[in-house]
């Protein structure tokens, strides 16, 4: 059966070393300690391919190639790795960090339901134990929507989510194409910057093309 991955997605995969000898130095040594990718939107050349994308401790840190889905030996979703996340278990130097702390109290006050997932570098050192999380990391959460969400509702869960000092960076997202809740919000429901496999491109009907994959 066809292996489903998804972007946010993490994979860990298996490799030889040489198949990295033409990657960026500070890459090789990445996947040669936690062998860990990230999904992304880009659609793969091959038909049994998937892109994915290292990310190093500097932000400038990013690269991108190819893979087969053979090589993948494990896949954690956003969801998982947040269903899985717990702050007591967090070693005792990275309680502190903001952005840990606002994770806790999104739980805490019961704020994210089951179609949250945790991304970026929270949602990785969750899965790896990769220290990657900064004292200015944002709180990067997709949220899985398949039906329209009142505007009204969306704003109340925008502002909860960014009471906690830190900035909370949420994607709505279906299959390959997601949108900024916050740039949502600020645009009144009109008008997002829409993330999908074939690019990025300006959306006027944001639930449309989110949920049925075509301009309105």
């Known amino acids: 059966m066809e292996q489903l991955v998804y972007p946010h997605d993490l994979l860990k995969i298996s490799f030889e070393k040489d198949e990295l000898s033409a990657f960026p130095k500070w890459a090789q040594l ?99 134990g990769d220290m990657m999380v900064k004292e200015t990391s944002d709180l990067d959460l997709i949220l899985k929507v398949n039906h329209r969400i009142p505007f009204d509702k969306l704003k109340k869960l925008w502002e909860n989510l960014n009471q906690f000092s830190v900035h909370a960076d949420v994607q709505l997202v279906n299959d390959d194409r997601g949108f900024s809740l916050e740039e949502f919000v600020q645009q009144n429901g009109k008008q997002v910057l829409m993330k999908s496999g074939t690019g990025p491109f300006i959306s006027n009907c944001p639930w449309s093309d989110l949920i049925q994959g075509k301009h309105c």
């Open 30 to 128: 990445k996947l040669t300690e936690f062998q860990t990718v990230i999904v992304t939107r880009q659609k793969p050349l091959s038909k049994n391919g998937v892109v994915v994308g290292v990310r190093g401790n500097q932000r400038n840190q990013r690269f991108a190639f190819e893979i087969n889905k053979q090589m993948i030996q494990k896949r954690v979703t956003p969801y998982e790795a947040l269903e899985h996340f717990r702050f007591n278990q967090l070693p005792e130097s990275r309680k502190d960090f903001p952005v840990f702390q606002a994770l806790r109290n999104t739980q805490d006050k019961q704020l994210l339901s089951s179609n949250f997932g945790i991304t970026g570098s929270a949602g990785y050192e969750i899965v790896t």
